[in-house]
C-alpha cells in the first residue's frame, strides 16, 4: 500500500510543477512582447528626434544663404545617407513696413517676409516637416520696387545699397502630419 500512496503523491507534484512552468512561460512571453514594444517606441522617438535635427539643419542652410529670390521659391536637399534627409523650400511671402523695435538706422528700411519649409526625413517612418517664418530688413524706400533677388549684407561695409541685413527669425512650428 505505501508504495501506491508515494507514486501518487508524485503525480501531483509532476502536476503542479507542470503548471508552474506553464506559468512561467505565459509570463516570458508576455514580458517578451512588451519589451519589443518598448525598443520600437524608442526607436521611434530617437528617428524622430533626428529627424527634427535634420529638418532645423535644413533651416540653417536655408539662412546662411547670400542671397534670397523675392520671384520664385528656392530648394534645396541635403542627406548624411540615403534615409536620412532633409529638404527645404524658401519662399518671399510678403514686404512691409519695418515692425516696431527695428528701426534703428537713418536709412529707409521695408520687412521681406519669408517661410522656409523644411522636411526631415530619418528611417522609414520618421518625418518631421517644420516651419520657419523669418523676415529680412532691406535698404530703399519702402515704397520702391525690389529687385528680383536680394544680397545679404553680412559685414558692415562695402554692402549694396539694396542689401539686406542678416535674416531675423520670426516663429518656428513644428507640422503635424
Sequence with gaps: MR???????????????LMVLAALSLLAVAGKG???????????????AEA????ETGVGMALSAERFRLDAPRSGRYCRIASRCVEW??????????PAGFEKAETPKRALHFE???????GPRA??????GFMLLARGEADAELPDEIEICRKEDDC???????PVR???REEVE
Design 52 to 55: 527634427i535635427r535634420l529638418a
Design 160 to 166: 549694396p545699397e539694396d542689401s539686406a541685413e542678416p
Design 170 to 172: 520670426r516663429y518656428w
Design 116 to 122: 522656409i519649409g523644411a522636411l526631415g526625413t530619418a
Design 3 to 17: 508504495a501506491r500512496a508515494e507514486s501518487s503523491e508524485s503525480g501531483v507534484v509532476l502536476a503542479v510543477v
Design 127 to 132: 518625418r518631421a516637416p517644420v516651419v520657419v
Design 34 to 48: 512588451d519589451v519589443a514594444l518598448q525598443w520600437l517606441q524608442v526607436r521611434n522617438a530617437r528617428e524622430y
Design 89 to 98: 523650400t524658401v519662399r518671399h511671402v510678403e514686404t512691409t513696413a519695418v
